[in-house]
Nanobody
Framework: VQLVESGGGLVQAGGSLRLACAAS????????MGWYRQAPGMQRDMVAR???????IYADSVKGRFTITRDNGKSTIYLQMNSLKPEDTAVYYC???????????????WGQGTQVTVSS
């Protein structure tokens, strides 16, 4: 299994970034995909998740600003991040977990992470 994230970078507060995660080695349509983030000294937290049928859930802190989507034909998910805040600064990780174990992301696979830095 390989999850490759891209799209991170440095942006000013109020700006936008779009992350992408390309998956290989899995049956994409059987997996719940998600974005998680980890700031220095903090635990890794869920940002957004999307089911194969494109149902979504978001952390309260990003609702209305971030949008997760998936392209099953390209085995890729995206995270559109708008109105970015300094507190969004973190390493963002892509996760793929089989539908049989939806509540256990650590049983799935993780990408290597991409840094997002929001300056004030």
């Amino acid at each position: 299994v390989q999850l490759v994230e891209s799209g991170g970078g440095l942006v000013q507060a109020g700006g936008s970034l779009r992350l992408a995660c390309a998956a290989s080695g899995i049956i994409f349509s059987n997996h719940i995909m998600g974005w998680y983030r980890q700031a220095p000294g903090m635990q890794r937290d869920m940002v957004a998740r999307i089911t194969p049928g494109s149902s979504t859930i978001y952390a309260d802190s990003v609702k209305g600003r971030f949008t997760i989507t998936r392209d099953n034909g390209k085995s890729t998910i995206y995270l559109q991040m708008n109105s970015l805040k300094p507190e969004d600064t973190a390493v963002y990780y892509c996760n793929a977990v089989h539908m049989a174990t939806p509540h256990y992301p650590d049983l799935g696979s993780w990408g290597q992470g991409t840094q997002v830095t929001v300056s004030s």
